[in-house]
C-alpha cells in the first residue's frame, strides 16, 4: 500500500533562494492539499487541487509561494525568495472525492529551516 | 478558528483505557467528526470519523454523544507509542472540505 510520499524530507536553505517540494497523493485519489504547520501549533490549510485545477488558497499562501498540479498527479510547491518565517512542515494531504465524510491522508512532511 | 475545544493535555498508564474528550457544540447537521493523531516529526494520521453513531475500527472507537455536541475517543489498551498529540476536527463535507486543526490534546502514555 502506497500513501503519500513527499520529497524532500528535510531542507536547509539561506534566506533569499528558491525551493521546490513535490508531493506524490495515493494514486487515483484526485484531491490534494497542502499544509504548513509550525512548532506547537496544529497544521493550517494552504490550498488544494480538485485534478490539476487550484480551487482555493489560502491568504496565507502569499505571492512568494506557487503550487502546481500539471497532470493532476503529483503536486508542487514552490516558495521564492524564502524568509525565516517560512521555516515550517509542510504537509500535503490527498482524498478521494465522493460520498459523505472523504478521508485526508497525510504525507510525512516536508520540514524547511531558512537560515 | 477550530470549532472544537480540547484539554491541552493528559496522561494515562500503559495497558488502560484512554479517553480524549473534545466540544464541538457549534456543530451542525452536515458537519463529520474526525479525529486524527501526530506522533512527533510525522504527518498528521487518520484515527477515525463519524456523524451520529458511535464507530470502531481497529485504532479507536468513537463515541459521540446524542446532541452531538461533544464526543470521545477511546484508545482501549493504550501502549507507549500512543503518545501523540490528538486533533479532534469537525468538517463539513462540502466543496472544500479542508481541515481546521486546533492545538490538540497531547496524550502522554507512562510506563
Known amino acids: 500500500d502506497t500513501g503519500v510520499s513527499q520529497d524532500p524530507r528535510h531542507k536547509i536553505t539561506k534566506r533569499g533562494q528558491n525551493v521546490t517540494f513535490r508531493c506524490d497523493p495515493i494514486?487515483?485519489?484526485?484531491?490534494l492539499y497542502w499544509y504548513r504547520q509550525t512548532l506547537g501549533q496544529g497544521p493550517e490549510f494552504l490550498t488544494y487541487?480538485?485534478?490539476?485545477?487550484?480551487?482555493?488558497k489560502s491568504r496565507l499562501l502569499s505571492d512568494r509561494f506557487s503550487a502546481e498540479r500539471p497532470k493532476g498527479s503529483f503536486s508542487t510547491l514552490e516558495i521564492q525568495r524564502t524568509e525565516q518565517g517560512d521555516s515550517a512542515m509542510y504537509l500535503c494531504?490527498?482524498?478521494?472525492?465522493?460520498?459523505?465524510?472523504?478521508?485526508?491522508?497525510f504525507g510525512p512532511g516536508t520540514r524547511l529551516t531558512v537560515l | 478558528d477550530a470549532k472544537t475545544t480540547q484539554p491541552p493535555s493528559m496522561d494515562c498508564a500503559e495497558g488502560r483505557a484512554a479517553n480524549l474528550p473534545c466540544n464541538h457544540s457549534?456543530?451542525?447537521?452536515?458537519?463529520?467528526v474526525y479525529w486524527y493523531r501526530q506522533i512527533h516529526s510525522q504527518g498528521p494520521q487518520y484515527i477515525i470519523h463519524?456523524?451520529?453513531n458511535n464507530e470502531t475500527n481497529e485504532m479507536a472507537s468513537l463515541i459521540i454523544t446524542e446532541d452531538r455536541k461533544s464526543s470521545t475517543l477511546i484508545l482501549p489498551h493504550a501502549t507507549l507509542r500512543d503518545t501523540a498529540v490528538y486533533y479532534c476536527?469537525?468538517?463539513?463535507?462540502?466543496?472544500?472540505?479542508?481541515?481546521?486543526f486546533g492545538k490538540g490534546i497531547t496524550l502522554s502514555v507512562r510506563p
Open positions: 487541487f480538485q485534478n490539476e485545477a487550484q480551487l482555493e
Open positions: 494514486s487515483e485519489h484526485n484531491r
Open positions: 476536527i469537525v468538517r463539513d463535507t462540502g466543496a472544500n472540505s479542508k481541515l481546521t
Open positions: 463519524g456523524l451520529k
Open positions: 457549534t456543530i451542525s447537521g452536515n458537519e463529520y
Open positions: 494531504a490527498s482524498s478521494l472525492i465522493g460520498g459523505g465524510g472523504t478521508t485526508q491522508y
